[in-house]
């Protein structure tokens, strides 16, 4: 986390933390966020990334990356 910190300029907000819920049943669905965008003070913040495994291609997650990024780009564009 402290690398993070010291790499990252602004906060992650709900970009890779968990959203889903737990019902009083027991049942539970849950996922990690690897794409969102926040709007806060009339200005969106997009955020994306991707699951790096061990046999992941760094540059290929990075452009898969960007793409998410754009795909919600245009959607905020459209509104």
Do not use: C, H, W
């Amino acid at each position: 986390m402290e690398i993070i910190d010291e790499l990252e300029p602004v906060s992650r907000g709900p970009y890779t933390g968990s959203f889903g819920y737990i019902g009083f049943s027991g049942s539970m669905d849950l996922n990690i966020i690897i794409r969102t965008f926040v709007i806060k003070n009339g200005f969106a913040y997009v955020q994306a990334g991707a699951g790096i495994v061990a046999d992941s291609d760094p540059e290929k997650e990075y452009y898969e990356s960007l793409k998410k990024a754009e795909a919600l780009i245009r959607t905020l564009e459209r509104l």
